[in-house]
Nanobody, 115 residues
Framework: QVQLVESGGGLVQPGGSLRLSCAAS????????MGWYRQAPGKQRELVAS???????TYADSVKGRFTISRDNAKNTVYLQMNSLKPEDTAVYYC?????????WGQGTQVTVSS
């Protein structure tokens, strides 16, 4: 019914930048909260950032000042601009959309920060 397609992951050196994109398609008829989670090997999945239908943004303390979430409502797409990347940011990043009926997850995209 709803599909989330992620892109933009890859390998980057510490201090570098990446921008992740997540495009939602299917049975979406209004603006909904979207966000990004990440999961590193052996660790819990954690919320990184979210943006509500009204544009209110939240961030994990570990990424404040470095990451920026944004959205293009016309395209049902959410972005995560990641600057000043650290090795601790290495994880699989998943986008999520909260719909009135249920939540949907993207397939995940690998982000590796290494020198």
């Amino acid at each position: 019914q709803v599909q989330l397609v992620e892109s933009g992951g890859g390998l980057v050196q510490p201090g570098g930048s990446l921008r992740l994109s997540c495009a939602a398609s299917g049975s979406i008829f209004s603006i909904n909260t979207m966000g990004w989670y990440r999961q590193a090997p052996g660790k819990q999945r954690e919320l990184v950032a979210s943006i509500s239908a009204g544009g209110i943004m939240t961030y994990a303390d570990s990424v404040k000042g470095r990451f920026t979430i944004s959205r293009d409502n016309a395209k049902n797409t959410v972005y995560l601009q990641m600057n000043s990347l650290k090795p601790e940011d290495t994880a699989v990043y998943y986008c999520k959309i909260w719909l009135p009926s249920r939540d949907y997850w993207g397939q995940g995209t690998q982000v590796t920060v290494s020198s």
